[in-house]
């Protein structure tokens, strides 16, 4: 047998594949790109990715071990998707075995068969018998295969209904019982489309005509303006050609009620992906999109990895959402990478956004996306008004204006619903001492801790440690320890003082903390009845409230002064998100933003004319500084205990990456990459670690990913400072 070697992708940070020799006595053509094999790597047990097969390797012959096993004869992961992988890393400077994780579902990568994906299903036979069943609770249960024809064991019994049931139906040979992979539930409800408004139908045109190969289309339109409902025509096009649709959705805009829009309206299977998942589930449905049996896959981020082999088109809603990157390890852009995706696909992909994000709009405005626009609302809905208050000078009841709760008790007394945001949790974002001014801080943060009142502790938001409050200052031994300032809880309290003949409901991190916390409160919420609703962003995104007329936004002012670039941008969406949930059916909404900048020129114009106007006003100031999207970006972070070394790792990247510039670009005046820093994160020190940051502009990638490329390597040979820990941030979305 000749020799060879495999090369194979592990799960390791390390930015190389390694070589193995093959199991005892394979052959070279047993191995094939994409299939899995599990190695010992060191002391571990690895599952590692075939790339390919060598006939030679760089590695001393002494130094090569035979791999352990071969888990898979056809590959799991076919070329196309191992291309996308291979984009990954490069795009990312990331290390392939960790991109690969991210395409394959927990089960596998611990070894599992796909097998282990099936479940005991009762299926229903080809020409049943004409039989009179006698239970009622079998007749009950016939009918539901008369509905479906496969049922999973486990749905039926959360139903209600007995193994000795299933087995009569089966003795009547009605049925029969299987070990096979489940299918989601159809539970179409056959709804009729609603008939599509001129705008809808015109923008339905535009992209239907983009179907079938590459292109990406932003949808702007305004909140309610009935993007879903193109979505769901699109849909049915792309399902008439035989063809899968990818939606992906941000994380807390996947709610029950946007998933049941989409069942209802198709009699095929869509398939779920998010975070709420178990393993099993997750490799359920990670086979179902595979093997086909789902048509229409709704995720989160990571469902963009999912593989979808008759895949037709791409919706990504709300593609401003920050959910969309993922903040630690693979950083990458869900968004971005769904994009790349469809291109290689040769299918379109639909942006939909009521606050595009300014690199989506600039690339619709010049001419590289279509851009279809949805200005009026659908339905009968009308938009909302927006208000600014000024709060300067005006006494405040519990944060509130006056006119404010005048407002607020009108649409309450009116049976409505009112909804107050407040993007802080907690009781007061402060405990301090009258007497001598000592504030609570956290022992391993820049930042002060958020006192909470239920249960009572001091919490810090950025690094989680928790401790109780002093019932005397430390400091000066006062009683005088208060909290200061206002979160959820505390204007919760205040409004049930306040308003006390109605609900007051508070929608935070802290009181709905599972999925299912959320859908009962939503439940409650919808079921209707005047109420107050306090909330955080949660509240923001996604959510139909159809009782909520009157929207306040508190502390609007917050985002105002960002040190972030992205800053305003990020209000903007927020604020305009907040409001859409106003008004949403037949009663049209009021928002009231309080202010103590009421004269804020750009809160202004985003009240006067609108997000797309305040956004061309975005465009102009990001062109004039040459920030993204005029400018591409990546930030090199470093953290450490020792704030001298982690400025130092920077340092030595900045000389290093400022030589390199030099000797390749000798020739000309400007290096084409420009360095900014190192300087300290705005919150310097976080969970004990102090926080550097150098900036990387370019104005063309490809010397940006040049440079990141040979960055890389240094920062991965580099001696010393082995306590820092560092990560390159290609496209971040805040510099924070
Ligand atoms: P968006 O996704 O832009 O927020 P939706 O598609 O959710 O908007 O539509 C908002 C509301 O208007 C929904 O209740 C939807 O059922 C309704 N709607 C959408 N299009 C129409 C239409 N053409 N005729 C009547 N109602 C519509
Ligand atoms: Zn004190
Ligand atoms: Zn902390």
Same mark, same amino acid.
């Given at each position: +047998?000749?020799?060879?070697?495999?090369?194979?992708?592990?799960?390791?940070?390390?930015?190389?594949?390694?070589?193995?020799l093959?199991?005892?006595?394979?052959?070279?053509?047993?191995?094939?790109?994409?299939?899995?094999?599990?190695?010992?790597?060191?002391?571990?047990?690895?599952?590692?990715?075939?790339?390919?097969?060598?006939?030679?390797?760089?590695?001393?012959?002494?130094?090569?071990?035979?791999?352990?096993?071969?888990?898979?004869?056809?590959?799991?992961?076919?070329?196309?998707?191992?291309?996308?992988?291979?984009?990954?890393?490069?795009?990312?400077?990331?290390?392939?075995?960790?991109?690969?994780?991210?395409?394959?579902?927990?089960?596998?990568?611990?070894?599992?068969s796909?097998?282990?994906?099936?479940?005991?299903?009762?299926?229903?036979?080809?020409?049943?018998?004409?039989?009179?069943?006698?239970?009622?609770?079998?007749?009950?249960?016939?009918?539901?295969?008369?509905e479906?024809?496969?049922?999973?064991?486990?749905?039926?019994?959360?139903?209600?209904?007995?193994?000795?049931? +299933?087995?009569?139906?089966?003795?009547?040979?009605?049925?029969?019982?299987?070990?096979?992979?489940?299918?989601?539930?159809?539970?179409?409800?056959?709804?009729?489309?609603?008939?599509?408004?001129?705008?809808?139908?015109?923008?339905?045109?535009?992209?239907?005509?983009?179907?079938?190969?590459?292109?990406?289309?932003?949808?702007?339109?305004?909140?309610?303006?009935?993007?879903?409902?193109?979505?769901?025509?699109?849909?049915?096009?792309?399902?008439?050609?035989?063809?899968?649709?990818?939606?992906?959705?941000?994380?807390i805009?996947?709610?029950?009620?946007?998933?049941?829009?989409?069942?209802?309206?198709?009699?095929v299977?869509?398939?779920?992906?998010?975070?709420?998942?178990?393993?099993?589930?997750?490799?359920?449905g990670?086979?179902?999109?595979?093997?086909?049996?789902?048509?229409?896959?709704?995720?989160?981020?990571?469902?963009?990895?999912t593989?979808?082999?008759?895949?037709?088109?791409?919706?990504?809603?709300?593609?401003?959402?920050?959910?969309?990157?993922?903040?630690?390890?693979?950083?990458?852009?869900?968004?971005?990478?769904?994009?790349?995706?469809?291109?290689?696909?040769?299918?379109?992909?639909?942006l939909?956004?009521?606050?595009?994000?300014?690199?989506?709009?600039?690339?619709?405005?010049?001419?590289?996306?279509?851009?279809?626009?949805?200005?009026?609302?659908?339905?009968?809905?009308?938009?909302?008004?927006?208000?600014?208050?000024?709060?300067?000078?005006?006494?405040?009841?519990?944060?509130?204006?006056?006119?404010?709760?005048?407002?607020?008790?009108?649409?309450?007394?009116n049976?409505?619903?009112?909804l107050v945001?407040?993007?802080?949790?907690?009781?007061?974002?402060?405990?301090?001492?009258?007497?001598?001014?000592?504030?609570?801080?956290?022992?391993?943060?820049?930042?002060?801790?958020?006192?909470?009142?239920?249960?009572?502790?001091?919490?810090?938001?950025?690094?989680?440690?928790?401790?109780?409050?002093?019932?005397?200052?430390?400091?000066?031994?006062?009683?005088?320890?208060?909290?200061?300032?206002q979160?959820?809880?505390?204007?919760?309290?205040?409004?049930?003082?306040?308003?006390?003949?109605?609900?007051?409901?508070?929608?935070?991190?802290?009181?709905?903390?599972?999925?299912?916390?959320?859908?009962?409160?939503?439940?409650?919420?919808?079921?209707?009845?005047?109420?107050?609703?306090?909330?955080?962003?949660m509240?923001?995104?996604?959510?139909?409230?159809?009782?909520?007329?009157?929207?306040?936004?508190?502390?609007?002012?917050?985002g105002?002064?960002?040190?972030?670039?992205?800053? +305003?941008?990020?209000?903007?969406?927020?604020?305009?998100?907040?409001?859409?949930?106003?008004?949403?059916?037949?009663?049209?909404?009021?928002?009231?933003?309080?202010?103590?900048?009421?004269?804020?020129?750009?809160?202004?114009?985003?009240?006067?004319?609108?997000?797309?106007?305040?956004?061309?006003?975005?465009?102009?100031?990001?062109?004039?500084?040459?920030?993204?999207?005029?400018?591409?970006?990546?930030?090199?972070?470093?953290?450490?205990?020792?704030?001298?070394?982690a400025?130092?790792?920077?340092?030595?990247?900045?000389?290093? +990456?400022?030589?390199?510039?030099?000797?390749?670009?000798?020739?000309?005046?400007?290096?084409?990459?420009t360095?900014?820093?190192?300087?300290?994160?705005?919150?310097?020190?976080?969970?004990?670690?102090?926080?550097?940051?150098?900036?990387?502009?370019?104005?063309?990638?490809?010397?940006?990913?040049?440079?990141?490329?040979?960055?890389?390597?240094?920062?991965?040979?580099?001696?010393?400072?082995?306590?820092?820990?560092?990560?390159?941030?290609?496209?971040?979305?805040?510099?924070?």
């Open positions: +047998m000749s020799f060879f070697v495999v090369d194979i992708a592990l799960p390791l940070p390390l930015r190389r594949t390694f070589d193995y093959p199991a005892d006595g394979e052959a070279r053509e047993q191995y094939r790109p994409g299939q899995r094999v599990r190695v010992e790597f060191g002391r571990q047990l690895l599952t590692g990715v075939v790339l390919a097969t060598r006939d030679h390797s760089d590695v001393p012959p002494k130094k090569l071990r035979p791999l352990l096993q071969r888990l898979d004869d056809a590959p799991l992961i076919d070329a196309s998707s191992l291309a996308l992988c291979q984009w990954l890393a490069g795009y990312y400077h990331h290390s392939m075995g960790e991109v690969l994780e991210h395409m394959i579902p927990t089960m596998l990568r611990r070894g599992s796909l097998a282990e994906a099936d479940e005991r299903v009762w299926i229903k036979n080809q020409a049943p018998p004409a039989v009179t069943l006698r239970g009622s609770k079998q007749q009950a249960l016939w009918r539901l295969f008369e479906q024809d496969e049922w999973p064991h486990s749905e039926l019994t959360s139903q209600g209904f007995t193994l000795a049931q +299933m087995r009569s139906l089966a003795d009547a040979g009605l049925i029969r019982e299987q070990q096979k992979l489940p299918l989601p539930t159809v539970i179409s409800e056959r709804q009729k489309f609603h008939t599509l408004n001129a705008q809808q139908q015109e923008v339905l045109r535009q992209i239907s005509a983009e179907l079938g190969h590459f292109r990406p289309c932003l949808l702007e339109g305004v909140t309610g303006s009935g993007k879903t409902e193109v979505y769901l025509r699109l849909i049915e096009k792309v399902l008439e050609q035989g063809q899968q649709a990818l939606v992906l959705v941000p994380e805009g996947l709610t029950p009620q946007t998933v049941r829009r989409f069942q209802a309206r198709f009699d299977p869509v398939a779920l992906l998010h975070s709420g998942l178990n393993d099993r589930e997750r490799l359920q990670w086979r179902q999109c595979r093997e086909g049996g789902a048509r229409i896959l709704i995720g989160t981020r990571s469902a963009v990895f593989p979808l082999p008759d895949l037709g088109l791409i919706i990504i809603d709300e593609e401003h959402d920050a959910s969309f990157k993922q903040q630690d390890g693979l950083r990458y852009s869900a968004r971005d990478f769904a994009l790349v995706r469809a291109q290689k696909a040769g299918v379109p992909v639909v939909g956004s009521a606050t595009p994000s300014l690199e989506t709009l600039h690339n619709a405005l010049s001419g590289k996306y279509l851009h279809a626009k949805l200005t009026l609302r659908a339905g009968n809905a009308r938009a909302p008004g927006m208000k600014l208050h000024s709060i300067l000078h005006q006494p405040l009841t519990a944060g509130f204006a006056q006119p404010v709760l005048a407002q607020m008790q009108k649409h309450l007394s049976g409505k619903q009112v945001f407040i993007n802080r949790r907690g009781f007061a974002p402060l405990l301090a001492c009258r007497d001598c001014g000592w504030m609570a801080e956290c022992r391993r943060c820049d930042a002060r801790m958020t006192l909470h009142h239920y249960p009572p502790h001091l919490h810090c938001h950025h690094c989680d440690f928790q401790q109780g409050i002093p019932a005397i200052c430390p400091n000066c031994g006062s009683e005088h320890v208060e909290g200061v300032g979160g959820t809880e505390k204007i919760q309290d205040q409004l049930s003082d306040l308003f006390p003949a109605f609900p007051v409901r508070r929608v935070d991190r802290d009181t709905v903390r599972t999925k299912q916390a959320f859908d009962n409160l939503y439940d409650d919420i919808h079921d209707g009845g005047p109420c107050i609703l306090v909330g955080t962003q509240l923001a995104k996604g959510h139909h409230f159809p009782d909520v007329t009157l929207v306040v936004i508190l502390d609007a002012d917050a105002l002064f960002s040190a972030d670039f992205r800053g +305003m941008e990020h209000s903007a969406q927020l604020i305009c998100q907040v409001a859409g949930r106003a008004g949403r059916e037949d009663s049209p909404g009021e928002v009231w933003i309080q202010t103590l900048y009421a004269d804020h020129p750009q809160l202004n114009l985003l009240l006067d004319d609108g997000y797309h106007a305040l956004a061309l006003a975005l465009l102009q100031e990001r062109q004039s500084q040459q920030l993204p999207p005029y400018s591409h970006m990546a930030l090199l972070r470093s953290e450490c205990e020792d704030r001298g070394q400025q130092q790792l920077l340092q030595q990247a900045r000389a290093f +990456m400022q030589q390199w510039l030099q000797q390749e670009h000798s020739h000309r005046h400007v290096t084409p990459v360095l900014l820093g190192p300087f300290p994160a705005i919150m310097e020190r976080r969970a004990g670690r102090f926080r550097f940051q150098l900036q990387l502009y370019a104005e063309e990638r490809r010397a940006l990913h040049r440079l990141a490329d040979v960055l890389v390597q240094f920062l991965e040979n580099h001696k010393g400072l082995n306590k820092v820990r560092w990560h390159l941030d290609i496209d971040p979305l805040d510099t924070l």
